[in-house]
């Protein structure tokens, strides 16, 4: 009768334990994204989707110092990878990109940026990069913007040339 009595004590503080630590296992509500700091956006062209999180400056210097380093692989944005994503194949500057969905990765430096369209669209950052799964990379040169501009943006132009700009640095590339 002891041994019964201690095996339902037992028992019932596993599941006490178990209905404690349900909530901690339980799905959280999903993210408003808008919310942060970076918030997303999203470019669109005739046979394109690009899709990005904005930083902003606030103060900070962006290409050549802590935020982005020459000759380092950058997420092109914040939070997760940007993605591009092509309904169908298209040329990047004269190459050919097949339809699917890409991490939008950079290397930016002084006086040439390349441009990385990676297989693996969905990681976090470029933490993970895996050069590897590079479907195609392009050679651009950086040009001065005309104002600073505080927080990275993407657009598209109707004729497709594809432009990124932060601080006094902007990068174009052309999608037909």
């Known amino acids: 009768m002891k041994n019964l009595h201690a095996r339902l004590l037992l028992a019932l503080s596993w599941l006490c334990l178990l209905l404690l630590a349900a909530p901690a296992f339980a799905q959280k509500p999903a993210e408003d994204k808008s919310k942060r700091p970076s918030p997303p956006a999203t470019v669109t062209g005739p046979t394109f989707t690009i899709d990005y999180s904005r930083p902003s400056l606030k103060g900070r210097k962006a290409f050549g110092g802590q935020l982005v380093p020459y000759g380092q692989v950058w997420r092109t944005g914040a939070n997760e990878a940007t993605t ?43 933490f993970k990069y895996d ?46």
């Open 131 to 176: 050069a590897a799964q590079d479907a195609l990379r392009v050679k651009v040169t950086p040009t001065k913007t005309a104002a600073p501009v505080e927080q990275f943006t993407i657009s598209s132009s109707n004729a497709g040339v594809v432009t990124m700009a932060w601080e006094n640095a902007q990068a174009s590339f052309t999608v037909k």
């Open 84 to 126: 591009f994503e092509a309904k169908q194949a298209v040329t990047i500057n004269g190459q050919t990109l097949p339809a699917g969905k890409y991490a939008l990765f950079t290397i930016p430096g002084e006086q040439e940026w390349t441009i990385i369209f990676n297989k693996t669209a969905n990681q976090w950052g470029a």
